[in-house]
Structure formats: structure tokens, C-alpha cells
């Protein structure tokens, strides 16, 4: 019993014609017909009534076409895994991150997907939250690791790796230091040291300051939240960072807390699972399990 020969009898059972099964199946006639009778030979019983004009099933047809059926779709489901495998192994993934992931160590996580699927070819590139979302939307990403603010995209699966208030930072001799905490209108009268425009945290800082009607003035900007803290550290300003880079910075530099509705930031890991490939898929599963401590 093969394969085919069931395809045949399903055709002509559904289509109650060898000639249309036939032009269905893209094959002749008699084709159609010779491998029919020899299942049928081969299973001792005849499946079709082939006295009338339209073909009918016999009572042993009717029992196979069910089996047939089934028999069909596993062997396209069987197909369609080792399909996903081959691209799984032979894949290409995409992924973008910002210049600095503080709760992940994104290198080792890439180098232990890569150990376990070698074959898959991994690209990374870096940059900013706001590009980094615009390219997973528009899929010349898979997926980012990237500093977000604001409102969600619903166009995006996500999962959020931090969410933390931003702070106020500045050397201990700066005078600003001695306070424990302070406003953004305050803030709005020192020399602010920023993320660069794009990121999760000027954008955290920026919707923050329209909320309450006030103007983002940024004297130094970077793209890197440590550089940002050194500039501060060295007495260049104040700067503006999320609560755990301020506090690793450690006795550089003195945070002081923001009153009122202080501005967050988030880090999140974004995909589109509508568009993956079965490689993207395979890595924001590793990374998801990784990062979600599963």
C-alpha cells in the first residue's frame, strides 16, 4: 500500500469521478484507475461502485476513507516537522539590541543557542529603542532586545525584562548632590546629561517633561548609559539614568530620587510571531526560558 494510492482513492471518493480526480491530481486517467485496483487487490475488497456514471463508495470504501484521511495528514504533518527542522538548522536570525543589556548577559545567551544549533546563522546589530522597534515591525528584524517608554505597540509580542524609574544623578562635589531628592522643574535649571534621542530613556524623560508642561534641555547626550554616568561622575552635569545604573556606579555618583510622576523606561525583549521563522522562533524561545528564569 502506498501513499499515492490513497491520495488516488481520496481524489476520486470526494470528487465521484476518475476523470476529475484525475485533472485534480494532475495526472492521466488511467493512472488514477490502475492504481485504485491495485490497492484494492491489495486490501481484498473493491472500494468504489464503478456501475453507475457517478462513482459511489462500497461499504469497504467507506471504512478505508476515513483511514486514508488520516493516513494523509500525518504523513504532511510528519513532512512539515522535518520541514520546520531543516529550517531550524540551516536558519537565519536577526536580532538587534541596545548598546548596553543590563540584566542579561546577551553574548553567552547567543553563544549557548548557537552551541545547541550551529548551523543557523546568527546576525546582531545594535542601536537605539525607537530603530530597533521600527525594524522588528517592519521585519528586517526577528527580534531586539530594546529600551522602550510610553505606550505599548500591540503589533509586537513582548517580554519585559525591566521596569525601573529613572533617577537624577551627579557628583558628589556638585551641589545638587546634597539633596535626596528633587523635581524635573528643578532639574530643568542644571546642565542635564542624556541617553540620546531614540532611546528608553530620553523618551521616558521626554513624555515625562510634556506631561507637566516643561522643556527637555540636554547639554551632553550619549548613546551608552555608562558613558552618560561618567560624564557625570565627572562633574559635567547631571544626569539623568534608570535607578539601577545610577546605584552601580556606586560612590561616583549621588542619586537623588525624582518627586512627583517620575519619568520610567523599560527593557524589553520584541518579536512579531506572526512573521517567524522557524530559526527566530527557536532563539526567542531560549531567550524567553532564559531571561523569564524558566
Not at 456501475?51 to 494523509?72: C, F, N, Y
Amino acid at each position: 500500500m502506498e501513499l499515492r494510492q490513497l491520495r488516488y482513492f481520496v481524489a476520486v471518493a470526494e470528487e465521484g469521478s476518475f476523470t476529475i480526480a484525475a485533472r485534480r491530481l494532475h495526472v492521466a486517467q488511467p493512472g488514477v484507475s490502475a492504481q485504485i485496483r491495485k490497492l484494492e487487490r491489495e486490501l481484498g475488497a473493491p472500494l468504489l461502485d464503478r456501475s453507475d456514471r457517478v462513482v459511489r463508495l462500497t461499504a469497504a470504501g467507506r471504512a478505508v476513507l476515513a483511514e486514508a484521511r488520516a493516513a494523509i495528514a500525518a504523513a504532511a504533518a510528519a513532512q512539515g516537522a522535518v520541514d520546520a527542522l531543516v529550517g531550524l538548522r540551516r536558519g537565519r536570525v536577526t536580532i538587534g539590541s541596545v548598546p548596553s543589556c543590563p540584566v542579561a548577559d546577551l553574548p553567552e545567551l547567543l553563544a549557548d543557542f548557537h552551541r545547541g544549533f550551529p548551523e543557523v546563522d546568527i546576525s546582531l546589530t545594535e542601536g537605539n529603542g525607537d530603530d530597533l522597534m521600527r525594524e522588528v515591525e517592519a521585519g528586517r528584524l526577528d527580534l531586539a532586545v530594546a529600551g522602550t517608554a510610553g505606550p505599548r505597540s500591540d503589533r509586537l509580542d513582548r517580554l519585559e525584562l525591566a521596569d525601573e524609574p529613572l533617577v537624577a544623578a551627579a557628583a558628589p562635589r556638585h551641589p545638587l548632590a546634597a539633596v535626596k531628592s528633587a523635581t524635573l522643574s528643578r532639574l530643568s535649571e542644571e546642565r542635564l546629561i542624556c541617553m540620546s534621542s531614540g532611546t528608553g530613556v530620553r523618551r521616558g524623560l521626554e513624555l515625562a517633561c510634556t506631561e507637566q508642561g516643561l522643556e527637555v534641555r540636554v547639554a551632553l547626550e550619549a548613546g551608552s548609559p555608562a558613558i552618560v554616568a561618567r560624564l557625570a561622575a565627572l562633574g559635567l552635569g547631571v544626569a539623568i539614568l534608570p535607578e539601577s545604573v545610577a546605584a552601580a556606579f556606586g560612590e561616583g555618583l549621588r542619586t537623588i530620587r525624582l518627586r512627583g510622576s517620575a519619568p520610567r523606561t523599560r527593557l524589553e525583549l520584541i518579536w512579531r510571531s506572526t512573521s517567524l521563522s522557524p530559526a527566530a522562533e527557536a532563539l526567542v524561545g531560549h531567550l524567553t526560558a532564559a531571561l523569564s528564569g524558566e
